[in-house]
């Protein structure tokens, strides 16, 4: 079980990898939450075509630094931060001018270095603090750049977790490890779900089967749904779990589809546990919902987060650290993902038996002796309109929950009007 001294120690071991779309430090990262569960890697090579991307080089950091008058003033061993992800090498001495197009500074905290990429763009660039950058400008030699770096045929690196339930039905839970040393963006999301997984695969069998992956953000999403065509398309629903680590106010950013159970649930978890709570709808630009909430996919995914990416100053920066995030905060927001995932996995959905028109109701018992007089009465709640309600909203997708929520009813009471159909197979319960 998750505790505060787990979260302390995978937090250490898990914050100086420098992480990116491939190469060792991803793999290290999946081998570290093998010690909590039993993850399957996968590695899907250099060069494999998944819709319209390809999987790309892997990138290693053999040495990068700056130096002034030989003595340096950045470097990669010192904060991985530094050096842009996928940098080509470049060795040589430059006048500011011609290089300070690669150096970049965080626009608002001084002490911090920003955190940049470069993917797909072959090029380099170092991230340094105002300090840095004033030195770097102010000098009157030659500045010496030094990067050493390879890309090489290799492999993306994917991990995988399934915990059988009850049911078939997947729910995905996904968290992406491509990030280097910042601790609410992504390993806070990492360490809740590898902790979920195994809370999960500990409890006695869940109602559904829970997919949980571990993937690069975006180019990982994207090859594990190609590789995952069919079984990406059945699932409904799931969770992206990141930045959920801060000491800030919990929140939650909606699915695509805002009517869907899991946003109402996601909602009464953190109204449950808080007053003070963030509601995100749903927008285009984010993690990896972005490609499993495409048209050929659409899974509603939520993010519950603490301290959600775009919204806290230390985003993207150095200053996201372990300062920043505290194993304390980590157990709130896996407590209250698994208050969450309680809900999720007690969903009751039914289904109608005879979906063409409504049943003879009298033949059950279930309609006023004599028709006619009867009018509708205000509150909706008589038994009858329990009945017709019931009959009218399960179609074998909207969940109970949903509908007591929508037509403001008890649940427990709708559960009983619906066991009762069953019994007269009407309804059966999926
Ligand atoms: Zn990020």
């Keep these: 079980m998750a505790t505060k001294d787990l979260f302390d120690y995978f937090l250490n071991r898990l914050f100086p990898l420098n992480r990116s779309l491939t190469g060792d430090a991803n793999r290290q990262t999946l081998k570290i939450i093998q010690d909590i569960i039993p993850l399957k890697i996968i590695e899907i090579p250099t060069g494999t075509q998944?819709?319209?991307?390809?999987?790309?080089?892997?990138?290693?950091?053999?040495?990068?630094?700056?130096?002034?008058?030989?003595?340096?003033?950045?470097?990669?061993?010192?904060?991985?931060?530094?050096?842009?992800?996928?940098?080509?090498?470049?060795?040589?001495?430059?006048?500011?001018?011609?290089?300070?197009?690669?150096?970049?500074?965080?626009?608002?905290?001084?002490?911090?270095?920003?955190?940049?990429?470069?993917?797909?763009?072959?090029?380099?660039?170092?991230?340094?603090?105002?300090?840095?950058?004033?030195?770097?400008?102010d000098s009157n030699s030659l500045i010496d750049i030094c990067i050493k770096t390879s890309h090489d045929n290799g492999s993306l690196t994917l991990g995988e977790f399934l915990v059988q339930g009850q049911s078939n039905k997947e729910i995905l839970i996904s968290s992406y490890i491509c990030h280097p040393s910042m601790a609410?963006?992504?390993?806070?999301?990492?360490?809740?779900?590898?902790?979920?997984?195994?809370?999960?695969?500990?409890?006695?069998?869940?109602?559904?089967?829970?997919?949980?992956?571990?993937?690069?953000?975006?180019?990982?999403?994207?090859?594990?749904?190609?590789?995952?065509?069919?079984?990406?398309?059945?699932?409904?629903?799931?969770?992206?779990?990141?930045?959920?680590?801060?000491?800030?106010?919990?929140?939650?950013?909606?699915?695509?589809?805002?009517?869907?159970?899991?946003?109402?649930?996601?909602?009464?978890?953190?109204?449950?546990?808080?007053?003070?709570?963030?509601?995100?709808?749903?927008?285009?630009?984010?993690?990896?919902?972005?490609?499993?909430?495409?048209?050929?996919?659409?899974?509603n995914t939520v993010s519950l987060t603490k301290d959600k990416y775009y919204e806290y100053p230390e985003y993207h920066s150095s200053a996201d650290n372990l300062d920043f995030v505290k194993p304390e905060a980590l157990l709130d927001s896996y407590n209250a993902h698994i208050h969450f995932l309680d809900k999720l996995d007690r969903l009751v959905v039914f289904a109608p038996m005879s979906p063409n028109c409504e049943p003879m109701l009298q033949k059950y018992n279930l309609y006023p002796v004599l028709g006619g007089s009867q009018c509708p009465e205000a509150s909706s709640h008589s038994s009858l309109d329990i009945v017709l309600w019931l009959l009218h909203k399960c179609d074998g997708k909207k969940s109970l929950q949903q509908i007591a929520h929508e037509i403001d009813c008890d649940f427990d009471l709708l559960l009983q009007t619906a066991y009762q159909l069953e019994s007269y197979k009407l309804l059966s319960r999926i």
Excluded at 64 to 89: C, E, P, Q, R, T
Excluded at 105 to 131: M, N, Q
Excluded at 191 to 214: M, W
Aim: with cysteine; aromatic share 14%.
């Design 184 to 299: 609410n963006d992504s390993i806070s999301g990492v360490l809740v779900s590898s902790f979920l997984a195994k809370y999960l695969s500990c409890k006695e069998k869940p109602y559904y089967t829970y997919r949980f992956v571990f993937v690069p953000e975006t180019i990982g999403a994207i090859t594990y749904c190609a590789l995952n065509q069919k079984t990406m398309q059945d699932i409904d629903m799931g969770i992206v779990v990141t930045t959920c680590g801060g000491p800030g106010a919990m929140g939650y950013k909606q699915s695509f589809d805002s009517t869907h159970i899991i946003n109402s649930l996601a909602e009464e978890a953190l109204s449950e546990l808080t007053s003070n709570y963030y509601v995100y709808p749903f927008d285009i630009h984010g993690s990896d919902e972005r490609q499993y909430s495409s048209t050929g996919f659409r899974i």
């Design 50 to 137: 998944v819709f319209d991307w390809i999987v790309p080089h892997e990138w290693s950091v053999h040495d990068a630094y700056i130096a002034v008058n030989g003595k340096k003033v950045v470097d990669f061993s010192v904060n991985n931060l530094h050096l842009v992800s996928y940098s080509i090498s470049v060795q040589g001495s430059f006048e500011w001018n011609s290089i300070k197009e690669h150096i970049h500074k965080h626009p608002s905290l001084p002490d911090a270095i920003p955190y940049r990429t470069s993917y797909y763009k072959r090029t380099w660039g170092f991230c340094v603090t105002h300090e840095q950058y004033n030195i770097l400008k």
